[in-house]
């Protein structure tokens, strides 16, 4: 079984711990992870990927359920955007999480 602390650690956390990670006193002046509403509604999670470990990486995925929710991501290498309906912030998270392993 693995340690308790590591099974307790969310999306957010592991969105935070990222971001943390990444600040070297320069990269986060110019670089960053931005959350907004769209007019779809829903929302978008912007991460910046440029100068980090994961600079080149990309992907083009999809997602929707019978429930009405959705979600897309796409990272060209230099941003991973994730967009989802108002209800599925927490999976855009979780796909940027996912992305970083």
């Known amino acids: 079984m693995g340690d308790p602390q590591e099974e307790s650690v969310t999306p957010l956390k592991a969105l935070q711990e990222w ?13 960053g992870i931005r959350i907004e509403t769209s007019d779809n509604p829903g929302w978008i999670l912007v991460v910046d990927l440029e100068r980090t470990s994961l600079y080149g990486r990309f992907c083009d ?20 955007v994730a967009a989802c ?15 970083a392993q």
Request: charged share 35%; glycine share 6%.
């Open 61 to 80: 995925k999809e997602d929707s359920s019978v429930d009405g929710s959705w979600i897309s991501m796409k990272s060209d290498g230099r941003e991973f």
């Open 19 to 31: 971001y943390a990670s990444n600040c070297d006193g320069d990269w986060e002046h110019s670089f």
């Open 85 to 99: 309906d108002p209800c599925s912030l927490d999976r855009a998270v979780d796909s940027f999480v996912k992305f």
